[in-house]
């Protein structure tokens, strides 16, 4: 039984004004009309979209709300163990057309107008609304457009986390997110002259319907201050005192997440700091009010704003105080929810997994450590096994600039206790790896987790999280294999390899299919007999699509669906170029969308792409100088859009150095009378997860190029083949997997291998072989001011990455397949419509694998060991 402080007697009353769920049209207007007088306090004069945004997000929050209580209570009663997803992160994006799609309503839901005949019977309530709200004037997509994106994450991992909390949800899973609830997400991008210009994303400048501010938790966190152990010199090992220098409090914001055809709706909990209402009376005192007040202001800031860097480290005081704060406060949350079921510390572990994206919350190993040796005062050795026991790893890179390492001066004096602790888990665990390989210095130097050799010693956060995990895993099989085989090689030899294992990423298919592009959603309920969108839980079933691959009739909705996307993103680029199309709409239908949107990172080679585009361009111009006919260029380049967009980290130069590149190009390709609108360049500014809704259903073919054994798994290209795009990449991240699931006859594939890319760095660094001629012609343009006539010199950095500077990511090895893969793709995509249907076709009907619920059920059963609680 659940505990509960109102007398027995007394639950008569509550149970009969249980508060009910709008189940139809006319039950939702009533909400919907409540939340616009009450919540906001206006009226049928005066509620604009935002208003009714507002007020619709409100009422579907009440459902979803009863269900997240409900879901609560039932996860208390039945005791199951919990999962814990710990990220820095969370890339959520609008929430409102989500929940529409996932959201239960208790009796099925009845359209306006229904009857008891075309009633549909347990379909999402998404249409219900939209017919309810266009009778109180609105139109559901402009209300869906008023909602800013919650933008609390970077790129793909953030993104992840996002998709993980879905599919937790939908899998019935009784698993928390954990987070930091930013007052600044990523920030917005503007292009200004064709550079990047960063400017503040204040997404909750309106207030946020989403969240439930839990005020009555405050959790206090201390940084700073020293640790006492009293006179007699006992040992680090035993429970010590922390006295904290300065401290702040943890509040908690929820939001809740439904699962898509279940009614159990998760919480994600994000952190925000506040100051404590502890006042230093002596500064008060002494006049200096001021002072006093302005240093609890600084409190606030530590959940101010996200680092805008994306595989990238940078190493900065605030940013680990934000991470112990996170790690603490979740911590707390944690063990106190586990206390209160009064069950001995050594079942810790069978009641509760945590898992760590990435080495962002590592302190939490530590953290839960400490809470057990100093607090609970448990033996270390018994502390650490449930410690090592509960927690789990993931690594989401092997690039070295992305390792998290801390210097021990900062982590001694901002955490004093921790880094005591973290010597001494260094000790035991360097002692166990002298036992098994006596005498090995160089080994134990090597993985020992502070690092030495540096000129400051540093702790090194993903060997600390190996060594406080039963389990590490990679994001797809290449990914994971090359861990073992180099930045964590070491571990193997110690751990043996069943430590390490592999979790291939996923996609929710409910936002990224069936929010995303409705109409193929709904070409594919059609055809494969689902109206109820089953296949949505059982992506399997998508299989069935293969036996019309080459059904002209189908080819041809499928085709049109593809059109209607194209149109899509063709309005939104004519919106962000100020009213301007770019691609004339009767060219829409015989123009390939080529399209690469992701962060700009040298690794994942937007440059080889837009130098790609820039020899089209010099090559097309070179046969019409020659005296061929525009339609003999069509033969060999027919009509193609190159679509980018993407954030730099603001630090990033050759980043936004590649940015600019890009829109020099743009315009003077798109200005170029003599090429007859054949080839235009765009630069999507401000991309994220509502504009990825709009540009991924438009791809005919996307861009997964970086160099081989860069990119950890990838996640947009997952996306894009869901929609019916088709795939131009590298072997890659899940590329390799992708190709197997799809069969490599429906993919590009390109380009140097893993394998070979160290032995290809080294010929680069000691013999300079020059580039090939087709990328020579390309950086000479750029040299001789072709793309900035007023500065020639502007884009030298980028040609000097290249030719003197050991082009480390492969560009000039890769650039000629590279090309020579883009003219195949030209010849298919224009001269065999048919065939390039059939493609796309099998590649969504063999996409299946890449949903996040078979990921998380991965992780469920492999990692974390724990089962679905289904609700009734
Ligand atoms: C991405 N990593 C991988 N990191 O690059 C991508 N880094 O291959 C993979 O598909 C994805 O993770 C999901 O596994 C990131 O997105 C970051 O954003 C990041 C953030 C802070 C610090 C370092």
Not at 382 to 398: G, L, P, Q, R
Not at 687 to 705: C, F, G, R
Request: hydrophobic content about 35%; some cysteine.
């Amino acid at each position: 039984a659940i505990e509960t402080t109102i007398p027995a007697q007394s639950r008569e009353i509550w149970n009969k004004h249980k508060v009910q769920k709008f189940n139809t049209a006319d039950e939702f207007q009533e909400r919907f009309i409540s939340h616009v007088e009450w919540t906001l306090a206006r009226s049928l004069y005066n509620c604009d979209d935002l208003a009714a945004y507002q007020a619709t997000s409100q009422s579907v929050r009440d459902n979803l709300v009863i269900d997240w209580n409900k879901t609560q209570q039932r996860q208390t009663a039945r005791d199951p163990k919990r999962v814990y997803y710990l990220s820095l992160e969370f890339l959520m994006g609008r929430a409102l057309d989500n929940a529409l799609i996932n959201m239960r309503t208790d009796t099925d839901v009845r359209d306006v107008g229904d009857t008891d005949e075309t009633l549909t019977k347990g379909n999402t309530s998404r249409e219900m609304i939209k017919n309810a709200m266009n009778e109180l004037g609105f139109k559901l997509e402009d209300i869906l457009d008023e909602e800013p994106d919650a933008a609390l994450g970077n790129g793909g991992l953030g993104r992840l986390a996002a998709c993980f909390v879905d599919s937790m949800a939908t899998g019935n899973y009784p698993a928390w997110g954990y987070g930091l609830r930013y007052q600044y997400g990523i920030f917005a991008q503007k292009i200004i002259n064709g550079y990047q210009v960063e400017t503040p994303d204040y997404w909750l400048n309106f207030t946020n319907p989403w969240e439930i501010e839990r005020a009555e938790i405050q959790v206090p966190i201390n940084f700073y201050g020293y640790v006492d152990r009293g006179q007699n010199e006992k040992s680090t090992l035993e429970p010590s005192d922390w006295i904290g220098g300065e401290r702040v409090l943890a509040v908690p914001y929820d939001m809740p997440i439904p699962g898509f055809k279940t009614s159990t709706v998760n919480n994600l909990r994000l952190w925000s700091a506040k100051p404590t209402t502890e006042f230093d009376f002596k500064k008060f005192n002494n006049g200096d009010y001021k002072n006093s007040v302005e240093e609890q202001q600084r409190a606030e800031s530590i959940t101010a704003v996200l680092y805008p860097n994306d595989n990238f480290l940078q190493g900065k005081e605030l940013r680990l105080k934000q991470q112990y704060f996170w790690c603490a406060a979740s911590l707390h949350d944690i063990v106190r929810r586990f206390k209160k079921g009064k069950r001995a510390w050594s079942e810790f572990p069978d009641a509760i997994a945590i898992q760590i994206n990435d080495t962002h919350p590592t302190l939490a190993i530590v953290e839960l450590q400490r809470i057990l040796v100093d607090l609970e005062k448990l033996d270390w050795h018994e502390a650490w096994k449930i410690v090592t026991s509960t927690f789990a790893f993931t690594n989401h890179t092997v690039m070295q600039e992305a390792l998290e390492k801390w210097p021990i001066s900062l982590l001694g004096r901002l955490l004093p206790r921790h880094l005591e602790i973290i010597y001494d888990i260094n000790w035991f665990f360097l002692q166990d790896v002298e036992k098994k390989f006596p005498h090995d210095m160089d080994l134990l130097s090597r993985v020992s987790v502070i690092e030495e050799s540096s000129q400051e010693r540093q702790v090194r956060m993903a060997y600390l999280a190996i060594i406080g995990s039963h389990k590490v895993n990679g994001v797809a099989e290449l990914h994971s294999d090359l861990i073992k085989t180099t930045i964590f090689k070491d571990f193997v030899k110690i751990y043996g390899s069943n430590k390490f294992t592999n979790v291939t990423n996923g996609i929710t298919p409910r936002r990224w299919l069936k929010q995303a592009n409705p109409k193929l959603a709904q070409l594919i309920s059609e055809t494969i007999n689902d109206p109820e969108d089953n296949y949505l839980l059982d992506m399997s079933k998508l299989t069935q699509l293969s036996k019309y691959a080459e059904d002209e009739k189908f080819q041809k909705k499928w085709n049109d669906v593809k059109q209607f996307n194209k149109q899509r993103l063709a309005d939104l680029i004519k919106k962000l170029n100020n009213g301007v199309d770019i691609i004339e709409r009767d060219h829409i239908r015989n123009t390939l969308f080529d399209i690469q949107v992701k962060r700009i990172h040298e690794y994942k080679r937007q440059q080889m792409n837009i130098f790609g585009v820039i020899h089209r361009y010099l090559t097309m111009k070179e046969l019409l100088q020659s005296g061929a006919s525009i339609e003999e260029v069509v033969k060999k380049y027919p009509r193609k859009v190159s679509i980018f967009g993407g954030k730099s980290a603001p630090g990033y130069y050759m980043a936004k150095l590649i940015i600019k590149l890009i829109n020099s190009v743009a315009d003077v390709v798109n200005n170029d009378k003599e090429i007859q609108d054949l080839l235009k360049v765009y630069f999507i500014p401000d991309y994220n997860v509502s504009k990825a809704e709009i540009i991924t259903p438009a791809s005919d073919l996307s861009e997964h190029i970086s160099t081989a054994g860069t990119e950890a798994s990838g996640t947009s290209n997952m996306k894009f083949v869901m929609n019916g795009g088709l795939i131009i990449g590298t072997v890659d991240g899940a590329n390799v997997e992708i190709t197997r699931e799809i069969g490599e006859d429906n993919i590009f594939l390109f380009g140097n291998l893993a394998e070979n890319v160290d032995e290809l760095r080294y010929k680069h660094q000691f013999h300079n072989e020059g580039v090939p001629a087709s990328l020579a012609k390309v950086l000479d343009a750029m040299q001789n001011g072709a793309f900035s006539p007023q500065n020639h010199s502007e884009f030298m950095p980028l040609i000097d990455s290249i030719k003197s500077h050991g082009d480390y990511y492969l560009v000039s090895d890769d650039f000629e397949a590279y090309i020579s893969t883009q003219e195949l793709v030209d010849q298919v995509y224009h001269k065999d419509k048919k065939e390039w249907l059939k493609k796309s076709i099998l590649s969504v009907a063999n996409i299946g694998f890449f949903s996040s619920d078979r990921c998380i059920e991965e992780y469920a059963d492999t990692i974390w060991n724990a089962e679905p609680v289904k609700p009734e």
